[in-house]
């Protein structure tokens, strides 16, 4: 069965890039996933790559919460 | 660190700053129903994790199985529903702890609830291990309740459990406040914990403490009836840690669980829902070591571990006297001793309404002042006489002068431990309470005047003994020669504190 990857940027990002993240993301999970492209601004910057219930956070939004967590403990 | 090199730190900060992806498992609301959620997905979460749902809702994982987990919400449930994401957080439930939650009103998980900003810098679990054996040391200091019938004859050490058992509106709260009000001037801390009570009777509460200026050295933690089931489960252990990380300091601390009753009654309901098996008046199988846990946690610290205590009162609420319910015995087999507190009592106006054949202390004697241990020792065998005595004689007139006598010294030792609320008293004014009684001083006062009497005694033995008075409050003991010269005073101004 085709696994969904679903990946969300910031903004609009170039097919280069979006290509580049899916080639890398198949090498890594394997040939079975059918991909797909959204936006979402509440990311700041950066994507988030969700392949089933996993979650691989690379946002600007997440970076800086971890950082505000680290400084308030 | 020097403000120079601040920018030199922030950049090194910077430059060893690496961009790691955040690799986390997500969930999916599946059922959701009365503050219990279904999650499929989610694997490899630990047992009591905090969860975090879409809309910055939290819950708590306390069912895993292999596909999915079972969550309580700590709010209410109306942002959850079936679709939702969830997210583990890695971290058990914790509570914020230390110096900065004194005089300050929290729920369980750190939030407070006086309106006013916390600003805390350590955390602790809020489930944690129980001190361990080695750590431990027998309890041989007195927590002063300030309560006459208690600290003379059900006296409570420090690192001691003891429970407060009995019907609703018997005062159970009360002797817990002023417990609480009678370390004003001592060096314990506490930390009262309000689970599954209306909101206006923890304002009460509050304002209670804060008229008396209790608020300085206490910590409220509270989860009211209309807080989750979840909230009102984790308040107690939540209030464990706070004093847990008091007495780590080495200090003394006296925690209340107001009450342990409906502690159990929260968790029935989470464990229902949770699809648990249902035991004995439907709690389940843990039940009992939900508590044993938790009161477990209460101890008195080797000296070693900086030699800290934590007291604790746990309230428990019976239906119609009955002690032998399930959740009473529980409670009772866990704790060192019980005040037990009857309704008869209570509209006879026998307030405190202890009921002094039925509690007990299992360790406080050992614990207790000296000054205390030399005027109590025949109080209980009195008024157990006297009890007998008087159900025997109800009915009969032709008494002996004997009996005569151990029936009116009975009805004088009601009447000296009656005592109003929010009113503790010193060990100084209890001891002389006692030495007066068992010098029959106080036998002549009619029971509508003892109070007067009783008030104006402590005032005027007071006065003719500073020496005497500043000794027993400064040590807990009481000399012979100390003893003689508070008799002599307590004969010679008898006219003064008896008219």
Redesign the interface.
């Known amino acids: 069965m085709m696994r969904t990857c679903v990946i969300r940027a910031a903004s609009h990002m170039s097919d280069d890039t979006y290509e580049y993240i899916c080639r890398e993301a198949k090498k890594k999970f394997g040939d079975d996933i059918a991909f797909r492209r959204e936006t979402d601004d509440g990311l700041l910057g950066g994507f988030v790559l969700e392949i089933g219930t996993e979650i691989f956070d690379l946002s600007y939004a997440a970076q800086l919460e971890t950082i505000r967590k680290q400084i308030h403990g | 660190m020097e403000l120079k090199n601040i920018s030199a730190f922030l950049k090194a900060q910077i430059e060893a700053?690496h961009?790691q992806?955040?690799?986390?498992?997500?969930?999916?609301v599946t059922r959701v129903g009365d503050g219990v959620v279904r999650v499929e997905?989610?694997?490899g979460r630990l047992y009591g994790e905090l969860l975090e749902f879409d809309g910055g809702v939290y819950g708590m994982a306390l069912d895993l199985t292999e596909n999915g987990v079972g969550a309580v919400l700590f709010d209410t449930a109306d942002a959850v529903c079936v679709g939702c994401r969830v997210?583990g957080t890695g971290t058990v439930a914790e509570t914020p702890v230390g110096d900065v939650l004194l005089g300050r009103v929290i729920d369980p998980i750190g939030r407070p609830l006086d309106g006013k900003p916390l600003q805390a810098?350590r955390?602790l679990p809020v489930e944690r291990p129980a001190p361990a054996i080695i750590d431990r040391r027998p309890v041989d200091k007195p927590m002063e309740t300030g309560i006459l019938a208690i600290d003379s004859m059900i006296p409570i050490g420090r690192g001691q459990r003891e429970l407060i058992i009995g019907d609703r509106q018997t005062g159970k709260t009360t002797i817990a406040l002023d417990s609480i009000l009678n370390q004003k001037n001592s060096d314990m801390l506490c930390v009262y914990c309000a689970i599954g009570q209306k909101a206006s009777t923890v304002a009460g509460v509050i304002q209670t403490l804060r008229n008396a200026g209790a608020m300085d050295y206490t910590v409220v933690v509270s989860a009211t009836a209309s807080d989750s089931p979840a909230m009102q489960y984790l308040a107690p252990y939540a209030a464990a840690s706070v004093a847990e990380a008091f007495s780590a300091q080495g200090k003394d601390v006296l925690i209340v669980y107001d009450d342990l009753t409906k502690h159990a009654v929260a968790y029935r309901t989470m464990s229902l829902l949770l699809l648990r098996p249902p035991g004995r008046e439907a709690f389940p199988g843990d039940v009992f070591y939900l508590h044993s846990r938790l009161l477990e946690r209460s101890a008195c610290l080797s000296k070693e571990k900086g030699g800290g205590s934590i007291t604790a009162l746990p309230i428990v609420e019976t239906m119609a006297g009955n002690i032998s319910a399930y959740i009473p015995t529980n409670i009772i087999s866990i704790t060192d001793g019980q005040i037990y507190l009857e309704s008869e009592l209570f509209h006879a106006d026998v307030r405190p309404a202890v009921n002094t054949g039925l509690s007990v202390s299992r360790v406080g004697r050992a614990a207790q002042h000296d000054a205390m241990k030399a005027v109590s020792g025949t109080l209980r065998i009195d008024l157990s006489q006297y009890r007998e005595m008087a159900v025997f004689t109800r009915f009969g007139n032709d008494l002996d002068a004997s009996t005569k006598k151990m029936l009116r010294r009975g009805e004088t030792l009601i009447n000296i431990f009656k005592q109003d609320k929010n009113h503790p008293l010193s060990v100084f004014d209890e001891v002389v309470l006692l030495l007066a009684y068992n010098e029959n001083c106080l036998e002549a006062v009619p029971a509508r005047n003892m109070r007067g009497a009783m008030q104006k005694l402590i005032a005027v033995i007071g006065g003719a003994c500073p020496g005497e008075r500043e000794r027993i409050l400064q040590t807990g003991k009481m000399s012979d020669a100390d003893k003689a010269a508070l008799t002599a005073a307590l004969h010679e101004k008898q006219e003064e504190y008896t008219s």
């Open positions: 700053y961009v992806p955040i690799a986390y498992h997500r969930g999916i997905g989610l694997p997210r810098d955390f």
